[in-house]
């Protein structure tokens, strides 16, 4: 029988431990987790599109994006300038490379091949070291280079490396004079004159048993100054400074049989850029 509205209710009240958890409390964890769930979907967005973006180039001019490309492809990894230099000139004039282009890079090409030249065994005699000189130097600068370079590479200089008037070594020794450039930068280029530094490496000595001065390395930066002359980059002063020389590194040095042997197999280069 359906109990009156009319009568009293009984209400049965539960221990504390035992009475149900609060929903509210259920409520409001579910909004917490939503708004973390939003923020790291934020973050993740964010760094999905700046991944993106960092292969983009800059906005700006186009040339200075490819002159970045070609400048700095290697500079980015640390490796500093990267290699440069126009196609190889052709021609040469008594050996030695000529008709370089009309531009920073064909200047840079010409100084590194007449700093060859110049560090060559060939500067200790005269006859080919007034070749060299004439087929290098501007032609109203020659004479001045000439006299300068008769009095730096004969005399006291070829007795020093114990060769005799005419640059020609000892019986059963070979003298060696190389020069390897590894870089040039140019300095204060115009399309009439410029500066170019080229860093080189060096070999110089008397190869063989009985020699009293053993092949070395060396390393040093010369200065060359060029002028256009109309039809090419010719020579009209250099100086010549120590280093920059790296750290030396363990090879056992070779014997004196052994360098010998490479410097008679071994030919020098001629175009050296």
């Given at each position: 029988m359906p109990l009156s509205d009319d009568q009293?209710?009984?209400?049965?009240?539960?221990?504390?431990?035992?009475?149900?958890?609060?929903?509210?409390?259920?409520r409001q964890a579910r909004p917490l987790r939503t708004l973390l769930t939003v923020v790291l979907v934020i973050a993740l967005l964010v760094l999905a599109i700046s991944i993106a973006n960092r292969g983009k180039p800059a906005p700006g001019n186009g040339n200075a994006g490819?002159?970045?490309?070609?400048?700095?492809?290697?500079?980015?990894?640390?490796?500093?300038?990267?290699?440069?230099?126009?196609?190889?000139?052709t021609a040469t004039v008594n050996g030695i490379a000529s008709g370089f282009p009309h531009t920073d890079q064909g200047a840079q090409s010409a100084a590194a091949n007449y700093a060859v030249a110049i560090g060559s065994a060939d500067m200790f005699r005269t006859d080919t070291r007034h070749?060299?000189?004439t087929t290098i130097a501007d032609p109203a600068a020659a004479p001045t280079l000439q006299s300068r370079?008769?009095?730096?590479?004969?005399?006291?200089?070829?007795?020093?490396?114990?060769?005799?008037?005419?640059?020609?070594?000892?019986?059963?020794?070979t003298f060696v004079s190389r020069t390897v450039p590894v870089g040039t930068k140019s300095v204060g280029y115009t399309d009439a004159e410029t500066k170019v530094e080229?860093?080189?490496?060096?070999?110089?000595?008397?190869?063989?048993?009985?020699?009293?001065?053993?092949?070395?390395?060396?390393?040093?930066?010369?200065?060359?100054?060029?002028?256009?002359?109309?039809?090419?980059?010719?020579?009209?002063?250099?100086?010549?400074?120590?280093g920059p020389a790296p750290m030396p590194g363990d090879e056992q040095a070779a014997t004196a049989e052994e360098i010998t042997?490479?410097?008679?197999?071994?030919?020098?280069?001629?175009y050296a850029r």
């Open positions: 009293p209710h009984t209400r049965t009240r539960l221990p504390v431990g035992e009475q149900p958890s609060s929903q509210p409390s259920l490819r002159s970045a490309d070609r400048a700095g492809a290697t500079a980015a990894s640390g490796a500093g300038p990267a290699p440069s230099g126009d196609q190889p000139v070749t060299i000189v370079l008769d009095q730096g590479f004969g005399g006291d200089t070829v007795a020093r490396y114990g060769l005799d008037a005419q640059g020609r070594a000892p019986k059963g020794l080229v860093w080189c490496s060096g070999l110089t000595g008397l190869a063989g048993e009985r020699s009293m001065l053993p092949v070395v390395a060396s390393w040093f930066t010369l200065t060359l100054s060029l002028r256009w002359t109309g039809s090419d980059w010719k020579l009209t002063d250099y100086t010549s400074r120590q042997g490479a410097v008679q197999q071994f030919g020098g280069f001629r």
